[in-house]
């Protein structure tokens, strides 16, 4: 099973009793599954929107993870990325800053950064240069 990341939200008591109700009279197991439906259904109706983003970079929607030779096989190739992560992008311990910043160009993180924590601090910085 993917990693699984908590969100919470707040409700206002009309919503929370109208989906407790929902859940008592046997639509959904709980409150939970309740939420989780309505956004992937929600998501679902974006689906056009979602797609026109992936035009501009090399684009996952998923997990994307970097190790050190990776990195460096894109080095080797001349290349910088150009990359698009819906989901959860991975870069491990084994990375230097100095290499992560010859490999990535331009980076949009929509999810979870894993990585040593000045690395990290790179790439949000290079989304937030990509808002620009």
Do not use: C, W
Not at 35 to 49: F, Y
Not at 75 to 104: C, H, M, P, T, W
């Amino acid at each position: 099973m993917a990693d699984l990341e908590k969100v919470s939200i707040n409700l206002g008591p009309v919503d929370l009793g109208q989906i407790d109700l929902l859940v008592d009279q046997g639509y959904y197991t709980n409150r939970t599954d309740l939420i989780r439906i309505a956004i992937r259904n929600q998501l679902d109706s974006h689906a056009a929107d979602l797609k026109q983003f992936r035009e501009e970079y090399y684009y996952v929607m998923g997990i994307m993870d970097f190790d050190r030779e990776r990195l460096e096989d894109v080095l080797r190739n001349g290349a910088k990325l150009s990359i698009k992560v819906i989901g959860g992008l991975i870069v491990s311990k084994d990375v230097s800053l100095e290499l992560a910043q010859a490999a990535f160009g331009k980076v949009k993180i929509y999810g979870i950064i894993r990585a040593p924590e000045n690395i990290k601090k790179f790439l949000r910085q290079l989304h937030e240069e990509g808002k620009a």
